[in-house]
């Protein structure tokens, strides 16, 4: 599995941006596929993800203002960012996992696959 970001960048508080994930290799249904980041000097956290049948669960901190959405033809996860604040600042990291167990879907330890990562910088 191959995970491949972009879309991050600077903006200012209360901007908008859009991460993408082009993902390639997995013919695996039943899978989830997340968003995380990780600030300097924190732990990974989990931010949205999407199961195969759809399913999508949020982190609180960003429930109204991001959108997780998969262009399954293009095989692309895109997070979709408004109303930005500075601690979205962090690295983004694209997720997938083969298997998806209720409940773990933004536990980033559950997760086999990374992408690179994505710098998203939001000052204020």
């Known amino acids: 599995v191959l995970l491949v970001e972009s879309g991050g960048g600077t903006v200012q508080t209360g901007g908008s941006l859009r991460l993408s994930c082009a993902a390639s290799g997995f013919t695996y249904s039943g899978y989830c596929m997340g968003w995380f980041r990780q600030a300097p000097g924190k732990e990974r956290e989990g931010v949205a993800s999407?199961?195969?049948?759809?399913?999508?669960r949020y982190a609180d901190s960003v429930k109204g203002r991001f959108t997780i959405s998969k262009d399954s033809a293009k095989n692309t996860l895109y997070l979709q960012m408004n109303s930005l604040k500075p601690e979205d600042t962090a690295m983004y990291y694209c997720?997938?996992?083969?298997?998806?167990?209720?409940?773990?879907?933004?536990?980033?330890?559950?997760?086999?696959?990374w992408g690179q990562g994505t710098q998203v910088i939001v000052s204020s």
């Open positions: 997720g997938f996992r083969a298997s998806c167990a209720w409940g773990s879907e933004l536990r980033p330890t559950t997760y086999s696959y």
């Open positions: 999407l199961r195969s049948n759809g399913i999508i």
